[in-house]
């Protein structure tokens, strides 16, 4: 139980900076996205952060491809 309240609180914590300039980052028509798609994406982000970290280090060209 204690590992699921970590992993759920590093998947908040994580989901914050990514909605503002990671999802942009990944997918260029997330750039333009409103406050409402943040908020409707940000459980999938919080539940999904080590793929989405993935992801965007992969975008960001700081990750193996």
Same mark, same amino acid.
């Given at each position: 139980?204690?590992a699921? +309240? %970590?992993?759920? !609180? *590093?998947g ?7 909605? =503002?300039?990671?999802?942009g +980052? %990944?997918?260029? !028509? *997330? ?8 908020? =409707? ?25």
């Amino acid at each position: 139980m204690i590992a699921l +309240a %970590i992993y759920g !609180a *590093a998947g908040v914590v994580f989901a914050v900076p990514f909605a =503002l300039k990671g999802a942009g +980052a %990944i997918d260029p !028509a *997330a750039r333009g996205g409103t406050w409402g798609f943040r908020v =409707l994406t940000f459980p999938g982000v919080v539940v999904l952060w080590p793929f989405m970290l993935v992801k965007w280090r992969r975008a960001s060209g700081d990750g193996p491809s």
